[in-house]
């Protein structure tokens, strides 16, 4: 079905009838379907459907960490040759620590799952222990956030401490030194005016009576 032409002189209330009376017609219409079919902003997320009809928001963020991790399991699902090095330094690397804990708790749980298979499957379980796979990319809880930040507060204090205690040091080693180099002034002051007077004197010593 074609929509109805309308000239400049015209109405758009004809189009806008027709589409709200036959919403199927905008498949019909390219040029249409881009300017209003279901547009999808990347800057907030898309949504996907599942196949029960439920829609999730999916950040692009999230998509391409998704993507990072299927590009990784897809390689090593190929290598005949996989070793428990690879699968080590691949998926447990700071790099994907680093994904999981940005992502969100659906996507983590599943490539968790993923990685956790690989890890018993080559021995990295047992090399790096149960307890590290299970909390690999896992953000820490509200107890351990909160140790984490007395923890962090008790090092900014001592590094607070240690920096003022470095710049009293270096203000009084300043201090010393230009006291020193003052008194070093001091001295050679004197000696010149001792050598200036012995050199008057000898002078006047030599000078011929008259």
Do not use: C
Request: glycine share 4%.
């Amino acid at each position: 079905m074609k929509l109805p032409v309308v000239n400049r002189s015209g109405s758009v209330v004809a189009i806008f009838l027709a589409v709200l009376f036959n919403p199927s017609m905008l498949s019909d219409q390219p040029f249409v379907a881009q300017g209003f079919g279901l547009h999808q902003s990347l800057k907030t997320g898309v949504t996907q459907s599942t196949s029960n009809t439920l829609t999730m928001r999916v950040g692009v963020s999230d998509l391409k960490r998704r993507k990072w991790f299927n590009d990784r399991l897809r390689v090593l699902n190929s290598d005949s040759s996989l070793t428990k090095e690879t699968v080590k330094g691949v998926l447990f690397s700071p790099e994907a620590e680093e994904l999981l804990l940005k992502s969100n708790w659906k996507l983590r749980r599943f490539f968790r799952n993923k990685m956790s298979k690989f890890a018993y499957e080559y021995g990295v379980t047992e090399e790096l222990g149960q307890e590290y796979i299970t909390s690999f990319g896992e953000p820490p809880t509200q107890e351990k956030r909160v140790e984490l930040e007395i923890a962090a507060g008790k090092d900014r204090k001592a590094a607070r401490a240690a920096a003022h205690i470095a710049s009293v040091a270096a203000k009084e080693a300043m201090t010393a030194k230009v006291r020193e180099n003052k008194v070093k002034k001091r001295e050679a002051r004197a000696e010149m005016e001792e050598r200036r007077k012995e050199a008057a004197a000898a002078a006047k010593e030599e000078a011929p009576l008259p």
